[in-house]
Protein backbone atom coordinates (compact mmCIF):
# COMPACT_ATOMS: atom_id res chain seq x y z
CA UNK A 1 0.00 0.00 0.00
CA UNK A 2 1.57 3.64 -1.26
CA UNK A 3 0.82 6.80 -0.89
CA UNK A 4 2.26 9.80 -1.45
CA UNK A 5 3.54 12.19 1.51
CA UNK A 6 2.21 15.74 1.30
CA UNK A 7 4.62 18.32 0.19
CA UNK A 8 5.41 20.40 4.38
CA UNK A 9 5.77 16.18 5.29
CA UNK A 10 7.81 15.23 2.76
CA UNK A 11 10.66 17.96 3.99
CA UNK A 12 10.08 16.00 7.76
CA UNK A 13 10.90 12.93 6.75
CA UNK A 14 10.18 -2.17 13.66
CA UNK A 15 5.00 -35.39 14.02
CA UNK A 16 2.98 -33.26 16.19
CA UNK A 17 3.33 -32.08 19.51
CA UNK A 18 0.35 -33.84 20.67
CA UNK A 19 -3.30 -32.26 22.21
CA UNK A 20 -2.02 -30.39 25.85
CA UNK A 21 0.41 -28.51 23.99
CA UNK A 22 -2.56 -27.36 21.35
CA UNK A 23 -4.86 -26.41 23.96
CA UNK A 24 -2.41 -24.57 25.75
CA UNK A 25 -1.73 -22.31 23.11
CA UNK A 26 -5.40 -22.21 22.22
CA UNK A 27 -5.71 -20.83 25.95
CA UNK A 28 -2.98 -17.91 25.20
CA UNK A 29 -5.13 -16.80 22.40
CA UNK A 30 -8.31 -17.06 24.00
CA UNK A 31 -6.61 -15.12 26.89
CA UNK A 32 -6.00 -12.40 24.47
CA UNK A 33 -9.12 -12.08 22.87
CA UNK A 34 -10.97 -11.66 25.99
CA UNK A 35 -8.89 -8.60 26.58
CA UNK A 36 -9.91 -7.05 23.16
CA UNK A 37 -12.76 -5.35 23.96
CA UNK A 38 -11.67 -4.10 27.78
CA UNK A 39 -11.60 -0.53 28.50
CA UNK A 40 -9.13 1.17 29.77
CA UNK A 41 -8.99 2.18 33.67
CA UNK A 42 -7.54 4.67 35.69
CA UNK A 43 -5.30 2.82 37.63
CA UNK A 44 -1.50 3.42 38.93
CA UNK A 45 1.52 3.89 36.71
CA UNK A 46 2.56 0.65 35.30
CA UNK A 47 -0.14 -1.18 37.49
CA UNK A 48 -1.52 -3.02 34.23
CA UNK A 49 -4.51 -1.54 34.51
CA UNK A 50 -5.57 0.16 31.78
CA UNK A 51 -3.42 4.01 32.17
CA UNK A 52 -3.54 5.32 28.55
CA UNK A 53 -0.98 4.98 26.13
CA UNK A 54 1.08 7.87 26.76
CA UNK A 55 1.34 7.05 30.51
CA UNK A 56 1.58 3.31 30.92
CA UNK A 57 5.72 1.63 30.30
CA UNK A 58 5.45 -2.08 28.91
CA UNK A 59 7.38 -4.14 31.60
CA UNK A 60 5.87 -7.23 31.54
CA UNK A 61 3.09 -9.18 29.61
CA UNK A 62 0.28 -7.68 31.33
CA UNK A 63 1.28 -4.33 30.67
CA UNK A 64 2.34 -5.37 27.01
CA UNK A 65 -1.28 -6.88 26.60
CA UNK A 66 -2.73 -3.85 28.43
CA UNK A 67 -1.05 -0.97 25.97
CA UNK A 68 -1.52 -3.33 22.62
CA UNK A 69 -4.79 -4.81 21.96
CA UNK A 70 -8.56 -3.24 21.48
CA UNK A 71 -7.64 0.43 18.61
CA UNK A 72 -4.57 -0.30 19.71
CA UNK A 73 -3.64 -3.40 17.92
CA UNK A 74 -1.10 -2.09 15.69
CA UNK A 75 1.60 -1.16 18.45
CA UNK A 76 1.73 -5.43 19.12
CA UNK A 77 2.71 -6.00 15.74
CA UNK A 78 4.85 -3.52 15.86
CA UNK A 79 6.52 -4.98 19.01
CA UNK A 80 6.09 -8.43 17.41
CA UNK A 81 8.18 -7.00 13.99
CA UNK A 82 10.95 -5.37 15.57
CA UNK A 83 11.84 -8.87 17.93
CA UNK A 84 10.52 -11.65 15.14
CA UNK A 85 14.00 -13.07 15.29
CA UNK A 86 12.94 -14.23 18.19
CA UNK A 87 10.61 -16.76 16.82
CA UNK A 88 13.32 -17.58 13.99
CA UNK A 89 15.96 -18.61 16.89
CA UNK A 90 13.10 -20.67 18.47
CA UNK A 91 12.73 -22.62 15.75
CA UNK A 92 16.08 -23.18 15.01
CA UNK A 93 16.13 -24.81 18.64
CA UNK A 94 13.39 -27.03 17.71
CA UNK A 95 15.08 -27.98 14.57
CA UNK A 96 18.59 -28.51 16.34
CA UNK A 97 16.18 -30.30 19.59
CA UNK A 98 16.07 -33.15 16.71
CA UNK A 99 19.30 -33.20 14.89
CA UNK A 100 21.36 -33.27 17.81
CA UNK A 101 19.06 -34.84 20.33
CA UNK A 102 22.30 -35.36 22.89
CA UNK A 103 22.55 -32.01 23.30
CA UNK A 104 18.77 -31.93 25.11
CA UNK A 105 18.86 -35.50 27.67
CA UNK A 106 17.46 -33.36 30.51
CA UNK A 107 14.89 -30.66 29.42
CA UNK A 108 11.20 -31.19 30.25
CA UNK A 109 9.05 -33.44 28.51
CA UNK A 110 6.59 -30.03 28.23
CA UNK A 111 9.11 -28.42 26.69
CA UNK A 112 9.71 -31.36 24.18
CA UNK A 113 6.22 -31.03 23.25
CA UNK A 114 6.62 -27.76 22.49
CA UNK A 115 10.09 -27.49 20.66
CA UNK A 116 8.20 -30.40 18.67
CA UNK A 117 5.33 -28.64 17.81
CA UNK A 118 7.14 -25.68 16.44
CA UNK A 119 9.44 -27.95 14.76
CA UNK A 120 6.35 -29.39 12.96
CA UNK A 121 3.41 -27.21 12.53
CA UNK A 122 5.68 -24.03 11.51
CA UNK A 123 3.77 -22.73 8.46
CA UNK A 124 0.81 -25.78 8.44
CA UNK A 125 -1.05 -24.55 11.45
CA UNK A 126 -2.86 -20.84 11.76
CA UNK A 127 -1.56 -20.56 15.44
CA UNK A 128 2.00 -21.32 14.47
CA UNK A 129 2.36 -18.66 11.21
CA UNK A 130 6.12 -18.74 9.68
CA UNK A 131 8.71 -16.51 8.91
CA UNK A 132 6.81 -15.64 5.35
CA UNK A 133 3.40 -15.81 6.72
CA UNK A 134 4.61 -13.49 9.45
CA UNK A 135 6.18 -10.87 7.25
CA UNK A 136 3.14 -11.14 4.93
CA UNK A 137 1.23 -9.85 8.85
CA UNK A 138 3.42 -7.06 8.91
CA UNK A 139 4.23 -5.76 5.60
CA UNK A 140 0.12 -5.31 5.13
CA UNK A 141 0.33 -2.78 7.95
CA UNK A 142 3.88 -1.47 7.94
CA UNK A 143 5.04 -1.58 4.57
CA UNK A 144 8.18 -3.94 3.42
CA UNK A 145 11.02 -4.22 5.53
CA UNK A 146 13.19 -3.01 2.95
CA UNK A 147 11.29 -0.41 1.31
CA UNK A 148 12.36 1.24 -2.01
CA UNK A 149 10.77 3.73 -3.98
CA UNK A 150 7.96 5.58 -2.95
CA UNK A 151 7.36 6.03 1.12
CA UNK A 152 4.97 2.94 2.36
CA UNK A 153 2.33 5.16 4.03
CA UNK A 154 3.08 4.01 7.62
CA UNK A 155 6.96 4.62 7.26
CA UNK A 156 6.54 8.07 5.57
CA UNK A 157 3.80 9.17 7.99
CA UNK A 158 5.88 7.74 11.06
CA UNK A 159 9.08 9.78 10.05
CA UNK A 160 6.83 12.82 9.98
CA UNK A 161 5.77 12.58 13.04
CA UNK A 162 9.33 11.38 14.26
CA UNK A 163 10.77 14.72 13.10
CA UNK A 164 8.38 16.67 14.57
CA UNK A 165 9.02 15.27 17.88
CA UNK A 166 12.74 16.00 17.73
CA UNK A 167 12.32 19.07 16.60
CA UNK A 168 10.24 20.05 19.58
CA UNK A 169 12.58 18.67 21.98
CA UNK A 170 15.79 19.53 20.85
CA UNK A 171 14.53 23.33 20.53
CA UNK A 172 17.09 25.67 21.92
CA UNK A 173 14.50 27.65 23.40
CA UNK A 174 11.32 28.13 24.03
CA UNK A 175 9.82 31.03 22.02
CA UNK A 176 8.54 28.58 19.12
CA UNK A 177 7.29 26.09 21.42
CA UNK A 178 3.49 26.77 20.44
CA UNK A 179 4.26 26.34 16.37
CA UNK A 180 6.27 23.22 16.85
CA UNK A 181 3.89 21.71 19.01
CA UNK A 182 1.35 22.83 16.36
CA UNK A 183 3.61 20.63 13.73
CA UNK A 184 3.63 17.49 16.17
CA UNK A 185 -0.27 17.58 16.01
CA UNK A 186 -0.67 18.34 12.06
CA UNK A 187 1.73 15.06 11.26
CA UNK A 188 -0.29 13.04 14.00
CA UNK A 189 -3.88 13.41 12.43
CA UNK A 190 -2.11 11.43 9.57
CA UNK A 191 -0.88 8.57 11.06
CA UNK A 192 -3.37 8.12 13.91
CA UNK A 193 -6.17 7.83 11.37
CA UNK A 194 -3.99 5.61 9.05
CA UNK A 195 -3.63 2.58 11.90
CA UNK A 196 -7.19 3.42 13.27
CA UNK A 197 -7.83 2.29 9.63
CA UNK A 198 -5.89 -0.65 9.34
CA UNK A 199 -6.79 -2.08 12.53
CA UNK A 200 -9.92 -4.00 11.88
CA UNK A 201 -10.77 -8.13 11.90
CA UNK A 202 -7.43 -9.34 10.28
CA UNK A 203 -5.05 -6.92 12.55
CA UNK A 204 -7.18 -8.01 15.62
CA UNK A 205 -7.57 -11.54 15.07
CA UNK A 206 -3.27 -11.64 13.67
CA UNK A 207 -2.77 -9.93 17.48
CA UNK A 208 -5.18 -12.04 19.43
CA UNK A 209 -4.20 -15.30 18.17
CA UNK A 210 -1.76 -16.00 15.89
CA UNK A 211 0.97 -13.91 17.58
CA UNK A 212 0.15 -15.03 20.91
CA UNK A 213 0.21 -18.22 20.16
CA UNK A 214 3.31 -18.53 18.40
CA UNK A 215 5.13 -16.14 20.59
CA UNK A 216 4.45 -16.19 23.71
CA UNK A 217 2.68 -20.08 23.76
CA UNK A 218 5.94 -21.17 22.00
CA UNK A 219 8.76 -19.53 21.01
CA UNK A 220 9.13 -17.22 24.20
CA UNK A 221 8.59 -19.76 26.56
CA UNK A 222 10.70 -22.27 24.96
CA UNK A 223 13.93 -19.30 24.73
CA UNK A 224 12.92 -18.61 28.68
CA UNK A 225 13.16 -22.61 29.60
CA UNK A 226 16.58 -23.67 31.46
CA UNK A 227 17.42 -26.44 29.75
CA UNK A 228 17.66 -24.51 27.04
CA UNK A 229 19.85 -21.80 28.66
CA UNK A 230 22.00 -24.34 30.12
CA UNK A 231 22.25 -25.90 26.54
CA UNK A 232 24.29 -22.79 25.22
CA UNK A 233 26.27 -22.24 28.32
CA UNK A 234 23.93 -19.75 30.03
CA UNK A 235 23.83 -20.02 33.78
CA UNK A 236 20.31 -17.97 34.35
CA UNK A 237 17.49 -18.26 32.18
CA UNK A 238 16.07 -14.74 30.82
CA UNK A 239 13.36 -13.63 33.13
CA UNK A 240 9.46 -14.22 32.98
CA UNK A 241 9.39 -10.79 31.76
CA UNK A 242 11.51 -10.79 29.14
CA UNK A 243 11.25 -10.07 26.23
CA UNK A 244 8.93 -7.30 27.59
CA UNK A 245 11.85 -5.99 29.89
CA UNK A 246 15.47 -6.13 28.65
CA UNK A 247 17.13 -8.96 30.60
CA UNK A 248 20.78 -9.53 30.38
CA UNK A 249 20.58 -13.38 30.42
CA UNK A 250 18.15 -13.07 27.06
CA UNK A 251 20.73 -10.93 25.29
CA UNK A 252 23.47 -13.37 26.02
CA UNK A 253 21.13 -16.02 24.74
CA UNK A 254 20.32 -14.65 21.88
CA UNK A 255 23.93 -14.00 21.25
CA UNK A 256 24.82 -17.72 21.84
CA UNK A 257 22.03 -19.74 20.21
CA UNK A 258 22.24 -17.51 16.85
CA UNK A 259 26.11 -17.96 16.91
CA UNK A 260 25.89 -21.49 17.23
CA UNK A 261 22.95 -21.87 15.12
CA UNK A 262 22.62 -19.25 13.08
CA UNK A 263 24.82 -20.40 9.99
CA UNK A 264 26.68 -16.56 10.32
CA UNK A 265 24.02 -14.53 10.90
CA UNK A 266 25.28 -14.21 14.70
CA UNK A 267 23.06 -11.60 16.16
CA UNK A 268 25.56 -9.71 19.12
CA UNK A 269 23.81 -8.62 22.60
CA UNK A 270 23.78 -5.00 21.48
CA UNK A 271 22.06 -5.61 18.38
CA UNK A 272 19.29 -7.49 20.15
CA UNK A 273 19.74 -4.74 22.99
CA UNK A 274 19.44 -2.04 20.39
CA UNK A 275 16.43 -3.81 18.64
CA UNK A 276 14.87 -5.01 21.48
CA UNK A 277 14.33 -0.81 22.87
CA UNK A 278 13.12 0.16 19.29
CA UNK A 279 10.59 -2.80 19.39
CA UNK A 280 9.46 -1.88 23.36
CA UNK A 281 9.11 2.45 22.59
CA UNK A 282 7.87 1.89 19.27
CA UNK A 283 4.82 0.07 20.61
CA UNK A 284 4.80 2.93 23.71
CA UNK A 285 5.00 5.39 21.13
CA UNK A 286 2.30 4.11 18.63
CA UNK A 287 -0.34 3.39 21.76
CA UNK A 288 0.13 7.15 22.57
CA UNK A 289 -0.52 8.17 18.44
CA UNK A 290 -3.76 6.09 19.07
CA UNK A 291 -4.56 7.33 22.53
CA UNK A 292 -3.94 11.29 21.65
CA UNK A 293 -7.14 12.55 20.10
CA UNK A 294 -6.38 16.15 19.62
CA UNK A 295 -6.75 18.18 22.79
CA UNK A 296 -4.27 21.07 22.15
CA UNK A 297 -3.50 21.27 26.10
CA UNK A 298 -0.03 21.42 26.12
CA UNK A 299 0.31 18.56 29.04
CA UNK A 300 -1.52 16.44 26.71
CA UNK A 301 0.48 17.24 23.33
CA UNK A 302 4.03 16.72 25.61
CA UNK A 303 2.82 13.40 26.66
CA UNK A 304 2.61 12.47 22.88
CA UNK A 305 5.83 14.47 22.32
CA UNK A 306 7.96 12.87 24.65
CA UNK A 307 6.74 9.46 23.35
CA UNK A 308 7.43 10.07 19.87
CA UNK A 309 10.72 10.89 20.84
CA UNK A 310 11.82 8.28 23.39
CA UNK A 311 10.73 6.15 19.72
CA UNK A 312 12.42 8.45 17.33
CA UNK A 313 15.68 8.36 20.03
CA UNK A 314 15.62 4.23 20.05
CA UNK A 315 15.31 4.22 16.36
CA UNK A 316 18.41 6.55 15.91
CA UNK A 317 20.66 4.41 17.70
CA UNK A 318 20.00 1.41 15.97
CA UNK A 319 19.65 3.06 12.62
CA UNK A 320 23.14 5.34 13.97
CA UNK A 321 21.58 8.59 13.46
CA UNK A 322 21.86 11.35 13.36
CA UNK A 323 24.46 11.55 10.04
CA UNK A 324 26.33 14.39 9.36
CA UNK A 325 23.90 17.07 7.41
CA UNK A 326 25.84 16.96 3.71
CA UNK A 327 25.99 20.89 3.74
CA UNK A 328 25.26 23.67 6.91
CA UNK A 329 22.00 23.73 7.75
CA UNK A 330 20.49 27.65 8.29
CA UNK A 331 19.35 28.25 11.65
CA UNK A 332 16.11 29.99 13.14
CA UNK A 333 16.07 33.50 13.74
CA UNK A 334 15.11 32.77 17.24
CA UNK A 335 18.42 30.40 17.63
CA UNK A 336 16.03 27.08 17.09
CA UNK A 337 17.51 24.54 14.70
CA UNK A 338 15.28 24.96 11.25
CA UNK A 339 12.45 22.07 11.47
CA UNK A 340 12.07 21.08 8.23
CA UNK A 341 15.98 21.08 6.98
CA UNK A 342 16.88 19.86 10.20
CA UNK A 343 14.56 17.19 10.27
CA UNK A 344 15.51 16.40 6.51
CA UNK A 345 19.32 16.23 7.54
CA UNK A 346 18.86 13.75 10.57
CA UNK A 347 16.13 11.04 9.08
CA UNK A 348 17.18 10.03 6.30
CA UNK A 349 15.94 7.02 4.65
CA UNK A 350 15.02 5.02 8.10
CA UNK A 351 14.16 1.10 7.96
CA UNK A 352 10.24 0.09 8.22
Known sequence: ?????????????????????????????????????????PGPRNSGRGRAGGELDIADLATFDRLTTGERATAGLAFHREVDCLVDLAHLVATDFFDRPQLYRDVSDELAADLARLRARSGCDELVPSREQRAAVYSGVFGPAEATGPAPCFAGMRDQLLAAAAAFAERVYDTGADMLRAAVRVMHVYLRDYLLDVTGASVRWS???????????????????????????????????????????????????????????RITRGMFNDRQQVALRGAEGLAAVIDYDGNP????????????????????????????????????????????????????SMLS
Open 297 to 348: DPARVDVLIRRCYTWYAARGRVLHLPEPAPAPVAAATDGNRSLYDGARATLP
Open 207 to 265: RTQALPAVTEGLSYRILRDPGIAARFGVNQPPAPQWPYRPDANGAKLVEEASGQLGGGQ
Open 1 to 41: MICQVTPVGAALTLALAGRTAGRRIRKAAAVMTSDTDTKAR
